[in-house]
């Protein structure tokens, strides 16, 4: 026994953790130069940034730090991009914030392109949540549906309820649905020539300038630039989960891809000297209408929607409407309501699918037959859809708009602080544009 072990003394504890932090140092140099990324920081939270172990080990995704870097991406050999300049880092923060000291909260950090689970009744429906992040989140949802209704080919028909179209859908439709949504909003802010993806890579691309408070993400931008639709939907449609998956920052690189796809010199145009992009206000960071007219129309242009828009969180049942952006008559609209007095022209897209802001809260509208804002015979009576976005929410909520009933003649002879004359917020939406109409929720009830 003494002989063996004069020959092969154990290891002294000094000994082994030098053994072990020399293979630790020679997997960290493996990883770096295929360029992933081991960080400290991710691990000491319970969880690294590509979302190994438990979600925040005992912690909400929301209490993930905004600096927490996202999971990188592995750039192949020769597909180019452009990285972020620090030039560009700091304007683009003037934009957002007139300012380079806030950064994004943990909330937005944590947003990202959600879907329900494949192949159940809400497999079409982002999930919204709550804050600010939420109005990018339905205004996508608006252009998921427009797409899964009228613009995808499909063998199946659409009669009553499309569930062929919504909700037979798996993790590849919900990938495919998502990237032409995001790529037609990309092509309308670039004014039908161009569309900007940007996307996370492993190394830092850009040291900041004195004076611009680092975010850890956005100096590992790196900018990808289409002349073609179509190449960009495939290209956004190959790297789909670094906008779907958890810890990728996605709803941030799409709003950074939707202002570098206007580019920052015509959105500071569209803007003017009013106020920053996003609003800060208690912690919360919301849009502003800015923001919804840049998801919808192409242009960041205040009073774009007819004035009156509500940032999410706010009060009141306001909505409004807006202008068809050139070349993209299929855009979601959004839906006005009292007490905004809105143009009608301003609610009739050429397909049915609107954009709400009810009790300060974004929701989607929206009808299956194509023909329902062209012909005045199908507005008799039809069938309207809407997805609230809300956790609560799990089926799609089916109502029955009829325009030649009169009931509503009787309530007008209410006095005007009857209960009888309030009525719920998204009935009141739909009758700005269909005045006096009946809406029945089909059993469900009015949560809106």
Known sequence: MGERGAGHAAPTPLEEIASRISEL???????????LEINSTTHQQGRSSA??????????????????????????QGLGGLPISPDMAMRLQQLLFRSTAPLFSCEWAAAHFRFHPPHSHLAYALQAGKGGTRAILVAVQAHIITYLLFT??????????????????????????????????????????????CLITAPITTMPREGYRASSF??????FEFSEKAAAQEFISDHINCFKGEGSHGVILFLYSLLFSRT????????????????????????????????????????????????????????????????????????????CQVSPALRTPRLPVWLCSLSGRHSVLFGTDSRLLSDWKAERTFHLYFYSGQQEQTQTA???????????????????????????????????????????????????
């Open 264 to 339: 920052l010199e015509r959105v500071q145009e569209d803007l003017g000297d009013t106020a920053p992009l996003l609003n800060i206000s208690s912690g919360n960071i919301t849009c502003t209408e800015a923001v919804l007219s840049l998801l919808l129309t192409g242009r960041a242009s205040p009073g774009q929607l007819g004035g009156g828009w509500e940032p999410e969180q706010g009060a009141g049942d306001g909505a409004q409407g807006q202008p068809t952006a050139s070349g993209t008559p299929a855009q979601p609209r959004l839906l006005a309501s009292v007490p």
């Open 25 to 35: 140092s020679k997997w960290r140099e493996i990883f770096s130069f295929r360029g």
């Open 398 to 448: 089916h109502l029955t708009i009829d325009t030649h009933s009169h009931h509503w003649e009787e309530a007008q002879r209410e006095g005007p602080c009857s209960p009888g004359r309030r009525r719920p917020a998204l009935e009141m939406a739909i009758r700005t544009k269909w005045a006096g109409a009946t809406v029945s929720w089909n059993g469900t009830d009015p949560f809106f």
């Open 152 to 197: 995808r080919e499909t063998e199946f028909t659409v009669s009553g309820f499309p569930r062929h179209r919504l909700c037979r859908l798996g993790c590849w439709e919900q990938g495919q649905a998502l990237a032409t949504a995001l790529a037609e909003t990309l092509w309308a802010a670039g004014g039908g020539g161009r569309a900007v993806v």
């Open 51 to 76: 979302g190994r172990g438990p979600p925040g080990a005992g912690e909400s995704p929301g209490s993930q730090p905004p600096s927490t870097v996202p999971q990188p991406l592995l750039l192949p």
């Open 218 to 223: 956005t100096e590992r931008i790196q900018m």
